[in-house]
Nanobody, 126 residues
Framework: QAQLVESGGGSVQPGGSLRLSCSTL????????VAWFRQAPGKEREGVLC????????YFPNSKKDRFTISRDKAKNTVYLQLNSLKPEDTAVYYC???????????????????WGQGTQVTVSS
């Protein structure tokens, strides 16, 4: 059964960095559009960054372009989310998700992603 697995979360002080990883069990992530989302306590889930199956990066309305980056390592079958200059308001559970294999573009709607990982907690606190 296909699964997404996130890792790399943790607790950091403000200004710190983390690199989150999204890997798979059961399929090759290289051919999929992958997005990162996050959900903070009491808030709606929001998109962070997306990379299409053709490696085009797309931004959500609240993407932190100046601090976060997304990348793909095809040799490792992994998509990364680099989080820099972290702030307390970045505290959330971060999820990666994929669109169906025939959907080559990113979407701003989380309902159009059909496979989700279990999430990894990022806590930013002094």
């Amino acid at each position: 059964q296909a699964q997404l697995v996130e890792s790399g979360g943790g607790s950091v002080q403000p200004g710190g960095s983390l690199r989150l990883s999204c890997s798979t069990l059961g399929f090759n992530l290289d051919y999929y559009t992958v997005a990162w989302f996050r959900q903070a306590p009491g808030k709606e889930r929001e998109g962070v960054l997306c990379m299409s199956s053709g490696d085009t990066i797309s931004y959500f309305p609240n993407s932190k372009k100046d601090r976060f980056t997304i990348s793909r390592d095809k040799a490792k079958n992994t998509v990364y989310l680099q989080l820099n200059s972290l702030k307390p308001e970045d505290t959330a559970v971060y999820y990666c998700a994929t669109r169906p294999p025939y959907e080559y573009q990113c979407s701003n709607y989380d309902t159009e992603y059909d496979l989700w990982g279990q999430g990894t907690q990022v806590t930013v606190s002094s």
